[in-house]
Protein backbone atom coordinates (compact mmCIF):
# COMPACT_ATOMS: atom_id res chain seq x y z
CA UNK A 1 0.00 0.00 0.00
CA UNK A 2 1.09 3.50 -1.22
CA UNK A 3 0.57 6.21 1.12
CA UNK A 4 0.26 9.79 -0.52
CA UNK A 5 0.73 13.08 1.21
CA UNK A 6 -2.22 15.50 -0.24
CA UNK A 7 -2.78 19.53 0.04
CA UNK A 8 -6.16 20.95 -0.05
CA UNK A 9 -5.75 24.09 -2.18
CA UNK A 10 -8.48 26.13 -0.18
CA UNK A 11 -7.13 25.92 3.54
CA UNK A 12 -3.58 24.07 3.26
CA UNK A 13 -4.40 21.12 5.27
CA UNK A 14 -2.44 17.71 4.53
CA UNK A 15 -3.49 14.86 4.77
CA UNK A 16 -2.29 11.38 4.15
CA UNK A 17 -4.08 9.08 1.26
CA UNK A 18 -4.01 5.01 0.71
CA UNK A 19 -3.31 5.80 -3.45
CA UNK A 20 -5.67 2.53 -3.67
CA UNK A 21 -8.38 4.46 -3.21
CA UNK A 22 -7.38 6.45 -6.59
CA UNK A 23 -8.55 4.65 -9.74
CA UNK A 24 -8.67 7.27 -12.17
CA UNK A 25 -6.15 9.52 -13.69
CA UNK A 26 -7.88 12.40 -12.07
CA UNK A 27 -9.72 12.05 -9.15
CA UNK A 28 -12.00 14.40 -6.99
CA UNK A 29 -11.35 14.38 -3.15
CA UNK A 30 -13.03 16.91 -0.36
CA UNK A 31 -11.55 18.35 2.32
CA UNK A 32 -13.35 17.58 5.06
CA UNK A 33 -11.64 20.71 7.18
CA UNK A 34 -12.68 23.10 4.49
CA UNK A 35 -15.34 21.29 2.53
CA UNK A 36 -13.07 22.32 -0.67
CA UNK A 37 -13.18 19.85 -3.79
CA UNK A 38 -10.33 19.42 -5.57
CA UNK A 39 -7.90 16.67 -7.90
CA UNK A 40 -5.59 14.24 -7.29
CA UNK A 41 -3.86 13.27 -10.50
CA UNK A 42 -2.79 9.69 -9.81
CA UNK A 43 -3.89 6.79 -11.32
CA UNK A 44 -7.27 4.96 -10.64
CA UNK A 45 -10.35 5.78 -9.02
CA UNK A 46 -13.76 7.34 -9.94
CA UNK A 47 -16.20 9.59 -8.10
CA UNK A 48 -15.98 11.80 -5.49
CA UNK A 49 -13.79 10.67 -2.74
CA UNK A 50 -14.58 11.82 0.79
CA UNK A 51 -11.16 12.40 3.02
CA UNK A 52 -11.75 11.86 6.65
CA UNK A 53 -8.82 13.37 8.84
CA UNK A 54 -7.63 12.11 12.03
CA UNK A 55 -5.73 14.67 14.59
CA UNK A 56 -2.92 12.67 14.10
CA UNK A 57 -2.77 13.25 10.11
CA UNK A 58 -3.72 17.10 9.74
CA UNK A 59 -1.61 20.34 9.81
CA UNK A 60 -2.49 23.61 9.32
CA UNK A 61 -0.40 25.62 7.01
CA UNK A 62 -1.13 29.30 6.66
CA UNK A 63 -0.10 29.96 3.36
CA UNK A 64 3.51 30.12 1.26
CA UNK A 65 5.94 32.36 2.89
CA UNK A 66 3.66 32.55 6.39
CA UNK A 67 5.92 32.55 9.94
CA UNK A 68 2.68 31.64 12.00
CA UNK A 69 2.42 27.78 13.30
CA UNK A 70 -0.31 25.57 12.32
CA UNK A 71 -3.29 24.79 15.32
CA UNK A 72 -2.51 22.29 17.34
CA UNK A 73 -4.10 18.39 16.76
CA UNK A 74 -5.56 18.98 20.52
CA UNK A 75 -7.93 21.62 19.62
CA UNK A 76 -11.09 20.60 20.44
CA UNK A 77 -13.80 22.44 18.14
CA UNK A 78 -17.19 23.19 19.92
CA UNK A 79 -20.28 24.67 17.95
CA UNK A 80 -22.13 27.95 19.03
CA UNK A 81 -26.36 28.34 17.70
CA UNK A 82 -26.77 31.55 15.63
CA UNK A 83 -28.90 34.70 16.73
CA UNK A 84 -32.16 34.02 16.76
CA UNK A 85 -33.45 36.31 14.35
CA UNK A 86 -32.42 38.84 11.73
CA UNK A 87 -32.29 42.72 13.20
CA UNK A 88 -31.32 45.79 11.40
CA UNK A 89 -28.60 48.40 12.03
CA UNK A 90 -30.68 50.60 14.40
CA UNK A 91 -31.64 48.00 16.63
CA UNK A 92 -28.48 45.36 16.25
CA UNK A 93 -27.64 44.21 19.59
CA UNK A 94 -24.95 41.47 20.59
CA UNK A 95 -26.32 37.97 21.68
CA UNK A 96 -23.69 36.64 24.33
CA UNK A 97 -23.14 32.95 22.89
CA UNK A 98 -20.59 30.43 24.87
CA UNK A 99 -17.36 30.34 23.74
CA UNK A 100 -15.44 27.69 21.87
CA UNK A 101 -12.27 27.17 23.35
CA UNK A 102 -9.23 26.19 21.53
CA UNK A 103 -6.17 25.63 22.86
CA UNK A 104 -2.92 25.81 20.07
CA UNK A 105 -0.86 23.50 22.05
CA UNK A 106 1.91 21.86 19.86
CA UNK A 107 4.13 18.96 21.26
CA UNK A 108 6.96 20.58 23.56
CA UNK A 109 11.09 19.95 24.00
CA UNK A 110 13.17 19.92 26.66
CA UNK A 111 15.15 23.09 26.79
CA UNK A 112 18.09 21.42 28.87
CA UNK A 113 19.66 17.93 28.32
CA UNK A 114 18.06 15.35 30.52
CA UNK A 115 19.94 14.22 33.44
CA UNK A 116 19.64 10.52 35.03
CA UNK A 117 16.74 10.11 36.93
CA UNK A 118 15.51 13.50 36.75
CA UNK A 119 12.56 14.26 34.50
CA UNK A 120 12.62 18.04 33.43
CA UNK A 121 9.29 20.47 32.46
CA UNK A 122 9.11 20.56 28.64
CA UNK A 123 8.18 24.17 27.61
CA UNK A 124 5.68 24.55 24.58
CA UNK A 125 7.01 25.07 20.87
CA UNK A 126 3.50 26.38 20.46
CA UNK A 127 1.93 29.39 21.81
CA UNK A 128 -1.12 28.89 24.37
CA UNK A 129 -3.90 31.42 22.46
CA UNK A 130 -7.66 31.12 23.69
CA UNK A 131 -10.86 32.69 22.82
CA UNK A 132 -12.46 34.39 26.22
CA UNK A 133 -16.43 33.89 27.16
CA UNK A 134 -16.77 37.20 25.52
CA UNK A 135 -17.99 36.81 22.05
CA UNK A 136 -21.06 37.80 20.97
CA UNK A 137 -22.82 37.60 17.55
CA UNK A 138 -25.31 39.56 15.76
CA UNK A 139 -26.78 41.04 12.32
CA UNK A 140 -26.02 44.19 10.63
CA UNK A 141 -27.50 45.55 7.25
CA UNK A 142 -24.32 46.44 4.98
CA UNK A 143 -25.26 49.58 2.69
CA UNK A 144 -23.43 47.50 -0.59
CA UNK A 145 -23.60 44.14 0.35
CA UNK A 146 -26.98 43.74 2.42
CA UNK A 147 -27.54 41.76 5.93
CA UNK A 148 -23.72 40.73 7.41
CA UNK A 149 -23.07 38.09 10.39
CA UNK A 150 -20.46 40.14 13.16
CA UNK A 151 -18.87 37.84 15.58
CA UNK A 152 -16.58 39.21 17.96
CA UNK A 153 -14.77 38.48 21.14
CA UNK A 154 -11.28 39.04 22.59
CA UNK A 155 -8.18 35.89 22.49
CA UNK A 156 -6.27 35.52 25.55
CA UNK A 157 -2.36 34.72 25.50
CA UNK A 158 -2.52 32.22 28.19
CA UNK A 159 1.64 32.11 27.39
CA UNK A 160 4.40 32.58 29.29
CA UNK A 161 6.16 34.71 26.39
CA UNK A 162 4.67 37.26 24.02
CA UNK A 163 2.93 36.48 21.09
CA UNK A 164 2.22 37.48 17.86
CA UNK A 165 0.11 37.32 14.65
CA UNK A 166 -3.31 35.76 15.72
CA UNK A 167 -5.29 34.32 13.58
CA UNK A 168 -9.13 33.41 14.06
CA UNK A 169 -11.06 30.89 12.26
CA UNK A 170 -14.88 31.38 12.01
CA UNK A 171 -17.17 28.64 10.29
CA UNK A 172 -21.28 28.59 9.89
CA UNK A 173 -22.85 25.08 9.55
CA UNK A 174 -25.81 24.10 7.39
CA UNK A 175 -28.78 22.14 8.84
CA UNK A 176 -26.83 18.93 7.31
CA UNK A 177 -23.47 19.96 9.69
CA UNK A 178 -21.65 21.19 6.57
CA UNK A 179 -19.60 24.13 6.15
CA UNK A 180 -21.38 26.97 4.43
CA UNK A 181 -19.01 29.47 4.61
CA UNK A 182 -15.54 30.05 5.94
CA UNK A 183 -13.94 33.21 7.33
CA UNK A 184 -10.70 34.13 8.97
CA UNK A 185 -9.10 37.39 10.57
CA UNK A 186 -6.05 39.03 12.73
CA UNK A 187 -6.82 39.88 16.15
CA UNK A 188 -6.19 43.26 17.06
CA UNK A 189 -8.50 45.09 14.64
CA UNK A 190 -12.38 46.20 15.13
CA UNK A 191 -14.79 48.22 13.35
CA UNK A 192 -17.46 50.48 14.48
CA UNK A 193 -21.14 49.43 13.63
CA UNK A 194 -20.78 52.54 11.30
CA UNK A 195 -18.29 51.47 9.19
CA UNK A 196 -19.65 48.20 8.75
CA UNK A 197 -22.84 49.62 7.87
CA UNK A 198 -21.14 51.64 4.78
CA UNK A 199 -17.67 50.26 4.25
CA UNK A 200 -17.77 47.73 0.80
CA UNK A 201 -16.88 44.50 1.59
CA UNK A 202 -13.27 44.47 0.18
CA UNK A 203 -12.39 47.23 2.35
CA UNK A 204 -13.38 45.79 5.69
CA UNK A 205 -11.56 42.40 4.38
CA UNK A 206 -8.49 44.69 4.51
CA UNK A 207 -9.43 46.17 7.60
CA UNK A 208 -9.68 42.57 9.61
CA UNK A 209 -6.81 41.02 7.91
CA UNK A 210 -4.35 43.63 8.85
CA UNK A 211 -1.86 40.86 10.07
CA UNK A 212 -0.22 43.42 13.01
CA UNK A 213 -3.51 44.32 14.31
CA UNK A 214 -4.86 47.97 14.74
CA UNK A 215 -2.01 50.25 16.35
CA UNK A 216 -0.46 46.97 16.46
CA UNK A 217 -2.14 45.18 18.89
CA UNK A 218 -1.27 41.91 17.36
CA UNK A 219 2.09 42.36 17.77
CA UNK A 220 3.82 41.00 21.07
CA UNK A 221 0.79 40.64 23.26
CA UNK A 222 1.94 40.13 26.92
CA UNK A 223 1.73 37.08 29.03
CA UNK A 224 -2.06 37.56 29.84
CA UNK A 225 -3.07 39.97 27.61
CA UNK A 226 -6.07 40.25 25.68
CA UNK A 227 -6.48 41.27 22.07
CA UNK A 228 -9.93 41.99 20.20
CA UNK A 229 -10.85 39.84 17.28
CA UNK A 230 -13.74 40.54 14.38
CA UNK A 231 -15.04 38.23 11.82
CA UNK A 232 -17.87 39.66 9.60
CA UNK A 233 -19.63 36.83 6.86
CA UNK A 234 -21.50 38.21 3.35
CA UNK A 235 -23.29 36.89 1.09
CA UNK A 236 -25.67 34.80 3.68
CA UNK A 237 -27.18 32.08 3.02
CA UNK A 238 -30.69 31.72 4.40
CA UNK A 239 -31.05 31.13 7.73
CA UNK A 240 -33.29 28.46 8.05
CA UNK A 241 -30.44 26.82 6.47
CA UNK A 242 -27.94 27.94 8.87
CA UNK A 243 -27.76 25.68 12.29
CA UNK A 244 -24.25 26.70 14.47
CA UNK A 245 -20.90 28.31 13.83
CA UNK A 246 -17.62 27.98 15.40
CA UNK A 247 -14.79 30.06 15.83
CA UNK A 248 -11.02 29.18 16.63
CA UNK A 249 -7.41 30.53 17.00
CA UNK A 250 -6.10 28.74 14.00
CA UNK A 251 -2.50 30.20 14.40
CA UNK A 252 -0.47 32.64 16.88
CA UNK A 253 3.75 32.84 17.04
CA UNK A 254 6.07 33.33 19.61
CA UNK A 255 8.17 36.56 19.21
Known amino acids: MAVL ?42 GLIHIEISDEESTFIPGAGSEETGYSADREEKRKRF ?47 TITDSVQAYYLENLHSGQVLVIEGEVLNESSKPVSFVMIEGK ?23 EIANLKIPEIQDKIMYREGKNLKNV ?13 FHNLPEMSNLSNYSVNVISSKFD
Not at 16 to 36: A, E, T
Not at 90 to 113: C, E, K, Q
Not at 172 to 194: E, F, P
Not at 224 to 231: E, K, S, T, W
Request: hydrophobic share 40%; glycine share 8%.
Open 172 to 194: LYNNNDAVAQVQRCYAGNSLTRK
Open 5 to 46: VITCESCGSKFKLDSNKLIKPRNKVRCSKCSNIFVVEQPEED
Open 83 to 129: PGKKIGLAAAAGLLVIIVLALALGPGRSLLAPSAGKNFPKEPVQPTV
Open 220 to 232: RIPPGGRVPFMLI
